[in-house]
């Protein structure tokens, strides 16, 4: 007669009275381990079974040393962006049997490297995605935090892949087009301070200022959500700029709801783009001009470099730069004269 424990749970050592074998080698047969005789493997199995035993997975972590999942930190899970990298991730990590615990920070640096580190605690290897934090703090938080791949991000820690987003090269191809339709004063509606993909889009303007002197950029405050664009109406209409470059697609959209509650047409009296091209870029009124990002692409990426990592393999390419797509659509026009 098999006894349960003082919890009425079925335990290893029930187990292995029935089978007839020590604590260790049912140890082994439930974490997989080949060595043991098939024959024993079998009957600890069969005894399993019969006694409806489920090995505790926090106690199997353990002994193994893994939790076969993964963590990721984003800013902002309500970003359509960072929920299709998250998507990308989960679905190349499911396929070789990892779960992914998400943290948002909520566009709070000063959570990000608390959520770091409490996530790869719980977690074989994480992803830092977009993190908001200052150069100098993830120099220091991202040896802990290994095994760790960036997304919009570098370090010079060793052993730390970055898959980056041209976004300098991105807004500068969004600018050019605007140009090309006769728009010379421009307008950018930043996006947040703390932003590495900010910085870049602002690189890739100088660059642009720098080869057309005859265009006027203005900078607007900005941020990275519907609201941001929906309440930066008055500064986009007294700026006097005819061609805008929001900070991404969010932005883009509220910038546009915000201009057909006053009456002023798209693109007819302003033009409007956007950049990342998420699913709803090409169902707006008017659809949306935007840069490209291929934002699956970009968590499958991150799986593969991850994994990799935690197996300790060498990858063929460790990081990668990713170039935007221009997608002309209809709220970009011609130059009001």
């Not at 076969?68 to 990308?88: E, K, M, S, W, Y």
């Not at 090269?169 to 947040?192: E, K, N």
């Not at 201009?259 to 949306?288: K, N, Q």
Request: include cysteine; glycine fraction near 10%.
């Amino acid at each position: 007669m098999v006894r349960k424990s003082a919890t009425g749970r079925i335990g290893i050592a029930d187990v292995a009275i029935k089978a007839g074998v020590s604590h260790a080698t049912v140890s082994r047969v439930m974490n997989g381990n080949f060595t043991v005789d098939p024959d024993i493997a079998a009957r600890v199995r069969a005894a399993a079974a019969e006694l409806k035993y489920q090995p505790n997975p926090v106690g199997r972590s353990l002994a193994l040393g893994k939790t076969d999942t993964i963590g990721i930190v984003v800013p902002d899970l309500a970003n359509p962006t960072f929920q299709a990298i998250l998507r990308g991730l989960s679905r190349a990590a499911a396929q070789d049997g990892y779960r992914v615990l998400i943290a948002d920070s909520f566009e709070v640096s000063s959570e990000e490297a608390i959520l770091a580190g409490e996530a790869r605690r719980r977690c074989d290897g994480l992803v830092l995605c977009a993190p908001r934090m200052s150069d100098a703090e993830l120099e220091e938080i991202a040896p802990s935090l290994h095994p760790l791949v960036l997304v919009n991000r570098t370090t010079a820690t060793a052993g730390v892949p970055s898959l980056v987003v041209d976004y300098g090269q991105g807004v500068q191809d969004l600018a050019g087009h605007l140009f090309g339709l006769g728009h010379t004063r421009l307008a950018f509606l930043s996006g947040p301070a703390g932003s590495a993909s900010n910085a870049l889009r602002l690189q890739g303007l100088e660059a642009f200022k720098s080869a057309h002197p005859q265009v006027e950029v203005r900078m607007l405050d900005g941020g990275s959500d519907f609201d941001t664009g929906h309440g930066a109406v008055d500064a986009v209409l007294d700026s006097g700029a005819t061609g805008i470059l929001a900070f991404n697609d969010l932005v883009a959209m509220g910038l546009l709801s915000g201009l057909h509650e006053r009456g002023v047409s798209v693109p007819e009296d302003i033009s409007v783009t956007g950049f990342d091209d998420i699913p709803f870029a090409r169902y707006t009124t008017p659809t949306l001009t935007t840069a490209a990002v291929p934002i699956t692409e970009l968590g499958e990426q991150a799986w593969q470099q991850l994994r990799a990592l935690i197996r300790k393999e060498s990858s063929d390419t460790p990081g990668g730069r990713y170039q935007p797509r221009l997608e002309v659509r209809a709220s970009s026009g011609p130059a009001k004269n």
